[in-house]
């Protein structure tokens, strides 16, 4: 069973605005992170925010993590047309693997 | 550059027939992962190795799937028997085992298609 879930499944944006998405999880975190995925291809590593970390920056991408809601948030801003992807949340609770959710499709329209 | 490898990156099998898909990690990483993506999913958790050794199987990993790493190097996946349901993404990740807080090395996967 996967522990994320993203919100909204899909998202269709102006480039150049900003993209918001959500990651609520279930049980207690060591660390949240987040990855992106272009069509047919592997993940890549964007960001990781640890448990006693409220927010992170990262060039254009900013996370949030609220431990108290088991929820976190990855606002890309200035959207390129590279930034389309599908974007996954994975939840690290100390037994050495990662669970991603279903992830978030962001298309960016020129 | 020596990030993860993956082959085939597709292969197309015949229910019934057994395949085999080969990983090389980064070389210097010790953990190595086996993920399985369905379209529009993510990725689902099969098997992690520490070294050779395998320390933790999914229950997804039915007696048809087993996996190795000789010597803590690369990696193979078999499937026995294919059945369409194992058509997916298979995926393998990498990790240096540090101190936590480690992120994933991703390959491009391999796409079976089960017919």
């Known amino acids: 069973s996967q522990q994320g879930e993203e919100d909204p499944q899909a998202l269709s944006i102006q480039e150049g605005e900003n993209a918001t998405m959500n990651c609520s999880y279930k049980?207690?975190?060591?660390?949240l992170q987040w990855y992106r995925q272009n069509s047919g291809r592997g993940l890549v590593h964007l960001i990781l925010?640890?448990?006693?970390?409220r927010e992170k920056h990262s060039g254009r991408l900013r996370v949030t993590l609220d431990t108290s809601k088991k929820s976190s948030s990855l606002l890309i801003t200035a959207s390129r047309a590279a930034d389309t992807a599908s974007y996954f949340c994975?939840?690290?609770?100390?037994?050495?693997?990662?669970?991603f959710g279903a992830g978030t499709t962001v298309t960016v329209r020129a | 550059d020596t990030g993860v490898s993956q082959n085939p990156r597709h292969k197309i099998t015949k229910r019934g027939q057994n395949v085999t898909f080969r990983c090389d990690p980064i070389?210097?990483?010790?953990?190595l992962y086996w993920y399985r993506q369905t379209l529009g999913q993510g990725p689902e958790f099969l098997t992690y190795?520490?070294?050779?050794?395998?320390?933790?199987k999914s229950r997804l990993l039915s007696d048809r799937f087993s996996a190795e790493r000789p010597k803590g190097s690369f990696s193979t996946l078999e499937i026995q028997r294919t059945e369409q349901g194992d058509s997916a993404m298979y995926l393998c990740?990498?990790?240096?085992?540090?101190?936590?807080?480690?992120?994933?090395?991703f390959g491009s996967g391999t796409q079976l298609s089960v017919l």
């Open positions: 070389s210097e990483h010790n953990r």
């Open positions: 190795f520490q070294n050779e050794a395998q320390l933790e």
């Open positions: 994975a939840t690290d609770v100390g037994d050495y693997k990662l669970s």
């Open positions: 049980t207690s975190i060591n660390n």
């Open positions: 925010i640890r448990s006693n970390e």
């Open positions: 990740a990498s990790s240096l085992d540090g101190r936590g807080d480690e992120k994933l090395f």
